[in-house]
């Protein structure tokens, strides 16, 4: 029997991830993200999606970033009337991030004069077509289809996902976790699968400092007290945002660095940061040992929470050492921009980036030694030092992506891989050790390929 890949976002770009799988009597989507970080991304997201969602019966979601959610609501807007699957986390996730987005997007939206991409109806519609399942779980399809959600170690809820029918199974991993990370556990490795479709975010790199990662970001924390200058990171507000403040947490009680006052400057991260107090079996072992024997792990001394926009230009009149974690990781929106604004001019402070900047966005412009960038219309001189932690990355990387599929099969050689979810140069790079060290049959698809499989 027969099935149809339909890669339809993240294919050649890190964002807007958009499968779908097709057995001629079921058809289900993998993801429904935004296109994120360049000057296009507002004319993709815009567009109409090149399937019908009222044909669509179910949307599968690995986890709640953006560029693998943000278009949900847009989904419903134009007729998707399926069922949702994710995690229980994910959901929850997904919903501050729905509303969260929906503000700026209005905000820009008036300022463009256009419309949004989404309303406040379509998120809840969105919601209540919602189910949640649990890790392993069992949910059976129509046209015998079975689907299981398995731990991608990604962020909180993050999810593979595995459909299996007449003894064919195809995985798709979402996104792939970093090893190890502070607060997830390990990706379980998905086995035996004829088809797997697979991101690449770090396809041809490595994340070197992932053994020193803790000692480089208390490094950059002694020497801001140093030079009584200012640490600006910043970190998407879902899972980086949180790892950060543990290991900040970690080193301060520790006394490893010195006690520092430090503002998480984002009401989105607030909200995210409540939810992974609430969802603790979620978390690694250790983590979890650590909070029962009475650890609040996102609170220590000199920590402040700034909600409304008074308390964040507030940071300004600090003039001590300071940590300043704000969103947009990538610089492309948020309140970093206005620290980034008031901070990069001046020798004194150290611009941390610890996620992946994409093509495009002020993150990435910074982090290739930009001495000059536009932030609202505003031009900004560079003189602070811009440095990166890469060890922070929520992604595998290039070793552990090889790994991960030579694990996997081991004992039976799949029919096709597919590398998606990376830049070009990535995913090709990935696509060709795969084949060469493996010799696996890998293949990057273009965009909007649709591709028959034996399934």
Not at 355 to 365: C, D, F, K
């Amino acid at each position: 029997m027969s099935a149809t890949l339909g890669f339809y976002g993240g294919v050649g770009s890190v964002t807007g991830a958009n499968f779908m799988l097709d057995t001629g009597k079921v058809a289900v989507l993998i993801d429904c993200g935004l296109v994120q970080g360049d000057d296009f991304a507002q004319e993709a997201n815009d567009k109409a999606f090149v399937y019908d969602p009222v044909h669509i019966d179910a949307l599968f979601v690995t986890h709640a970033h953006a560029d693998h959610i943000g278009r949900i609501p847009k989904l419903v807007k134009e007729g998707f009337q399926g069922v949702i699957y994710s995690t229980t986390p994910t959901r929850e996730l997904a919903s501050i991030m729905f509303d969260d987005a929906l503000k700026i997007m209005e905000f820009e939206a008036e300022r463009d004069k256009r419309q949004p991409l989404y309303s406040e109806i379509d998120i809840v519609k969105a919601l209540s077509l919602w189910k949640t399942v649990e890790y392993h779980e069992k949910i059976q399809l129509a046209d015998s289809v079975e689907v299981e959600l398995t731990d991608a170690g990604h962020i909180l809820g993050s999810a593979m996902v595995r459909f299996t029918r007449n003894g064919k199974s195809i995985v798709f991993t979402g996104d792939v976790g970093n090893v190890p990370q502070p607060l997830m556990n390990e990706p379980e490795i998905p086995m035996g699968y004829d088809y797997l479709v697979m991101e690449s975010v770090y396809g041809d790199r490595l994340h070197e400092e992932v053994a020193e990662r803790t000692a480089l970001l208390q490094h950059h924390i002694r020497e801001t007290v140093r030079n009584h200058g200012t640490l600006i990171i910043p970190a998407f507000s879902l899972e980086r945002t949180q790892g950060i403040l543990f290991e900040i947490n970690n080193l301060i009680e520790s006394k490893e660095v010195p006690s520092i006052k430090t503002y998480l400057d984002s009401p989105l991260a607030i909200k995210v940061t409540d939810i992974y107090r609430e969802s603790t079996k979620h978390l690694k072992h250790e983590v979890q040992e650590q909070i029962s024997n009475g650890d609040d792990i996102f609170s220590f001394d000199g920590l402040s929470f700034t909600e409304t926009v008074k308390e964040s230009s507030m940071i300004a009149r600090d003039k001590g050492p300071k940590i300043i974690i704000a969103g947009s990781g990538m610089s492309h929106g948020g309140r970093i921009r206005q620290h980034e604004k008031q901070y990069l001019d001046d020798a004194n402070t150290t611009l941390l980036l610890v996620g992946y900047q994409t093509v495009g966005s002020v993150g990435r412009l910074l982090q290739d030694g930009a001495k000059r960038v536009w932030i609202d219309g505003m031009e900004v001189k560079v003189k602070a030092r811009i440095e990166t932690i890469r060890g922070y990355s929520g992604h595998a990387d290039r070793d552990q992506l090889v790994s991960l599929v030579h694990k996997g099969t081991e004992h039976h050689q799949p029919k096709q891989v597919f590398v998606t979810m990376g830049e070009e140069r990535a995913s090709l790079f990935l696509t060709q050790r795969l084949r060469d060290y493996l010799g696996v049959n890998a293949i990057a698809p273009e965009a909007n390929a649709e591709v028959e499989i034996d399934f």
